[in-house]
């Protein structure tokens, strides 16, 4: 689906929500896709991307940033904490702060390198055993934690299970960021974004409506 037409469906779901036009910041997520196609998007226009490993983002996203200004790159996959400085060093916002050890790495790196990415606790509020995140029933504490250490922390950030209603786990998210006075919300994908928008969203994460489908298989 071309960039306009998807963005034209943020601004209805942004409408039809009472929200403030622009409110909803759209992030191409990019993964897997091959370089003409985020070209393509590029030069539409759009700067605000999605990776979710920080391998791929590292081999792909250098290059363009030289030759496109103000590019907006958030990691949205899982990080181990031998890859945070590499991540920090690259993106302006990570979507995956879910737990201790890697709040406290993140804190360390970021007094090295004088800065610090947008975070984004992401919740496993399907409560799903294979899935990322802080439980619901921990997140209080863990973000409690990571104002402890200082972090620039923006919102929550969820993907709900794929057999399940979305709204439900959208409004819980929303629940959770608003008791924590967090104001960011990193929630809805291809197929459920204008739900998410209804419920709240301010970063949807939409992949495959954009680039079409990923050449590539993955999660
Ligand atoms: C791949 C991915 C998306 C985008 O998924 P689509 O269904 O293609 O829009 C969003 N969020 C995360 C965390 C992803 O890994």
Redesign the pocket.
């Known amino acids: 689906m071309p960039l306009q037409d998807i963005t034209a469906r943020i601004a209805k779901a942004e409408a039809e929500a009472g929200r403030p036009a622009g409110s909803v910041k759209l992030i191409a997520?990019s993964?897997v896709q091959p370089d003409a196609r985020v070209e393509a998007v590029l030069q539409q226009g759009h700067r605000c991307f999605g990776e979710?490993r920080v391998q791929e983002a590292a081999g792909k996203w250098p290059a363009f940033m030289e030759r496109y200004d103000g590019i907006d790159l958030h990691l949205?996959?899982p990080l181990q904490t031998n890859k945070a400085r590499q991540a920090m060093e690259l993106c302006h916002a990570i979507h995956s702060l879910d737990r201790p050890k890697l709040a406290k790495t993140i804190a360390r790196l970021a007094q090295e390198i004088g800065a610090c990415p947008d975070l984004f606790v992401q919740v496993n509020t399907g409560e799903e055993a294979q899935k990322a995140g802080v439980m619901p029933g921990e997140a209080d504490d863990f973000i409690a934690e990571c104002r402890a250490l200082d972090l620039p922390l923006r919102g929550l950030m969820c993907?709900p299970p794929i057999d399940e209603e979305p709204a439900l786990h959208f409004a819980l998210l929303a629940k959770l960021a608003e008791r924590n006075g967090l104001a960011g919300l990193s929630m809805g994908?291809?197929?459920d974004f204008e739900t998410a928008i209804a419920l709240g969203a301010t970063h949807v994460?939409?992949?495959?409506?954009i680039f079409g489908e990923r050449v590539r298989p993955q999660g």
């Open positions: 997520v993964k979710n949205i996959g993907i994908m291809s197929d994460r939409i992949g495959s409506a």
